[in-house]
């Protein structure tokens, strides 16, 4: 039997420019060395349409292929290695409960624009889009944040506790101003928890998801690197705790915490809040100039489900697989939130 790199060089040979692989900065080194295109969630997203491919494979969790099939082009086909490779913060927000919860809002009037994560479902995007509201990703969180506010009286920015409070922080919005909603994101009637009085003097209303694997890294580990090693910078993904965020040297997408790495100085230590794939990676491109250390190791399980055995398996059979798809229904209000984040971040 064919060795599984094997097979994916020889196809990639034969298929040329018609396919391409595309791969979050999360994936394992083994994978992200077979592909053509890295990124965070927004420049992944920004690519689809200009890429010649007629077969995407995306090396990611699913809400990035989802994401993906919403934006490609008609003759383009989207393959996931993995459909099971789940985001656990994008399933921390259901369609149906985020509709729920926007019409509880909007009972008396006031115009709640809805600002969703891209780390969120096709059905989310929709709804989202429906209600006149758009995608952000943690590059343009700030940017998008800003627009929404201008667009009604008060925004619902879910899933992500922490990234809306790390927004909020930055642009300078007052706690007072702000509701943590007390909706189980997952179980009971919304109608039980949130009641449009309750947001009535509110101009941030929060979704309470957030990341388990960012959820890992605490204040007490930059702490303890603090007063053991004064000199050691710390930078974290806005997916972490704003108490972190706080703590920390700076804060940004996986690519601003590429860039930090890049440009800091020779000799930095430099401790990095965010899945560990990506971590490790900057720890060996820059061994013996910098030194890289994750804050903790801290996986992505979903993230590690796509292997090279199973992209090996895609890419064998990419004619009679059945691409990423997203209902029509579903994908023209989710394509029109989407775009209106690549039309405000152009
Ligand atoms: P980025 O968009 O910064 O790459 O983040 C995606 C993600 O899932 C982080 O957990
Ligand atoms: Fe989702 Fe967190 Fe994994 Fe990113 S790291 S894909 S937010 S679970």
Redesign the pocket.
């Known amino acids: 039997m064919e060795n599984p790199k094997d097979t994916i060089i020889r196809i990639k040979e034969a298929m040329g420019e018609s396919l391409s692989i595309l791969g979050?900065h999360?994936q394992s080194d083994e994978v992200i060395a077979f592909t053509d295109v890295r990124g965070d969630s927004l420049e992944l997203a920004r690519k689809i349409n200009d890429l010649k491919a007629k077969h995407i494979v995306f090396c990611?969790?699913f809400?990035m292929a989802e994401s993906a099939a919403i934006l490609c082009r008609p003759d383009q086909k989207i393959h996931i290695p993995d459909t099971s490779a789940t985001?656990?913060?994008?399933d921390m927000a259901e369609g149906k409960r985020v509709r729920q919860v926007l019409d509880i809002l909007q009972k008396n009037g006031r115009k709640i624009v809805p600002l969703t994560y891209v780390?969120s479902s096709a059905a989310v995007k929709a709804v989202v889009g429906e209600y006149g509201g758009s995608v952000c990703t943690s590059a343009n969180a700030q940017t998008m944040l800003s627009w929404a506010i201008k667009q009604g009286d008060g925004v619902l920015f879910l899933p992500?506790k922490h990234l809306a409070r790390n927004s909020a922080n930055a642009l300078g919005i007052p706690e007072e101003e702000r509701i943590l909603l007390p909706v189980d994101v997952i179980e009971g009637d919304p109608e039980l928890y949130v009641t449009p009085s309750m947001t009535d003097d509110k101009q941030f209303i929060i979704w309470p998801g957030y990341?388990?694997?960012?959820e890992e890294f605490s204040l007490d580990t930059i702490e303890a690197i603090r007063a053991a090693e004064p000199e050691a910078r710390i930078v974290v993904h806005p997916?972490c705790d704003p108490a972190l965020v706080h703590a920390s040297d700076g804060n940004g997408s996986t690519t601003y915490l590429i860039k930090y790495a890049a440009e800091a100085p020779q000799g930095a230590t430099i401790y990095i809040g965010?899945?560990v794939n990506l971590v490790n990676r900057l720890a060996d491109q820059y061994k013996g100039e910098k030194t890289i250390k994750p804050l903790i190791a801290s996986q992505?399980?979903?993230?590690a489900k796509i292997t090279v055995e199973k992209l090996a398996h895609t890419l064998d059979n990419l004619e009679t697989a059945t691409p990423v798809t997203v209902s029509d229904s579903i994908k023209e209000p989710a394509k029109l939130a989407l775009e209106r984040m690549l039309k405000v971040c152009s």
């Open positions: 979050h999360y990611g969790v809400f985001c656990p913060m994008a780390n992500d990341c388990p694997i960012h997916e965010t899945e992505c399980d979903d993230m």
